[in-house]
Nanobody
Framework: QVALVESGGGLVQAGDSLRLSCAASGRTFSSYAMAWFRQAPGKEREFVASIGRSGGWTRVADSVKGRFTISRDNAKNTGYLQMGSLKPEDTAVYYC?????????????????WGQGTQVTVSS
């Protein structure tokens, strides 16, 4: 099993950048694909980005493509979501998730482990 803890959220202005971190503990982090999802008030949880075990395969939602980058440092047991050109519609609770697989899935049902979430608020 793996435990995940997100950090780095906060209140920023439109156009700013922010980097979220996802610290993993427990089983070897490099055994898992990981992903970021987000959920805005009154909306369903949506896929943001995912990355394979080694970091060589990434997938990014169209809504954030060109603005967000997912990465990981297996030596530090940490995943990252670098967010740029933030918009008010990016406001949400951001969750990291891990799956015991090599493939960076898009669907949340494929992820077995979840963090508690970190709030990102973008003001206009």
């Amino acid at each position: 099993q793996v435990a995940l803890v997100e950090s780095g959220g906060g209140l920023v202005q439109a156009g700013d950048s922010l980097r979220l971190s996802c610290a993993a503990s427990g089983r070897t982090f490099s055994s898992y694909a990981m992903a970021w999802f987000r959920q805005a008030p009154g909306k369903e949880r949506e896929f943001v980005a995912s990355i394979g075990r080694s970091g060589g395969w990434t997938r990014v939602a169209d809504s954030v493509k060109g603005r967000f980058t997912i990465s990981r440092d297996n030596a530090k047991n940490t995943g990252y979501l670098q967010m740029g050109s933030l918009k008010p519609e990016d406001t949400a609770v951001y969750y990291c998730a891990a799956a015991d697989t090599s493939s960076p899935f898009i669907a949340s049902k494929n992820y077995d482990y979840w963090g508690q979430g970190t709030q990102v608020t973008v003001s206009s």
